[in-house]
């Protein structure tokens, strides 16, 4: 099973920026997607699939947190 997280562009520097996964930055290309500063995208293997609505995305990322509290437990 694959499982693609969304996370928040902080910077870009040519097809590669700084995406904020709850306060964990990492390097994503961004090659496939039209990304601005500020946009959320969803990212799996370290490349960004599409540019995700800023209300979808902020579901998801809850949607997460939920399961590892869960799991945590």
Known sequence: MCVALPGKVISIEDNFGQVDFGGGLLPVNL??????????????????????????AEDMIALFADAENAYYA
């Open 31 to 56: 090659g496939l997607v039209r990304a601005e500063i500020g946009d959320y995208v969803l990212v799996h293997a370290g490349c960004a699939l599409e540019v995700m609505q800023k209300d979808f």
